[in-house]
């Protein structure tokens, strides 16, 4: 089994950034792929971000347009995604994701194996 928690969510003003974290730990694996998900109230998930293995190859979600920043430093099993000039509509509960044995990252939900909790993003006007 492989546990995941993410922090560094919480309230911020339009225009402000966040680094959220995502820290992976119990069974090991040599090689995962991870991901980053959002849904917001009343809607479906949402592919935001996910990164490979080595982090060459990194994928993104259509709306980011250059915001969000996806990175992971496998010395510590924690991938991270930094979010600068936060808007309302990025609101909702941001969750990381990995799917161990694997390289390449997925955008779609179904490719993961393992989901944390959560951290709640709210973003004031």
């Known amino acids: 089994q492989v546990q995941l928690v993410e922090s560094g969510g919480g309230l911020v003003q339009a225009g402000g950034s966040l680094r959220l974290s995502c820290a992976a730990s119990?069974?090991?694996?040599?090689?995962?792929?991870m991901g980053w998900f959002r849904q917001a109230p009343g809607k479906e998930r949402e592919f935001v971000a996910a990164i490979s293995w080595s982090g060459v190859i990194r994928y993104y979600g259509d709306f980011v347009k250059g915001r969000f920043t996806i990175s992971r430093d496998n010395a510590k099993n924690t991938v991270y995604l930094q979010i600068d000039s936060l808007k309302p509509e990025d609101t909702g509960v941001y969750s990381c994701?990995?799917?161990?044995?694997?390289?390449?990252?997925?955008?779609?939900?179904?490719?993961?194996?393992?989901w944390g909790q959560g951290t709640q993003v709210t973003v004031s006007s």
């Open positions: 994701a990995v799917r161990p044995t694997v390289q390449a990252p997925g955008v779609t939900p179904a490719w993961y194996d393992y």
């Open positions: 119990g069974r090991s694996f040599s090689t995962y792929a």
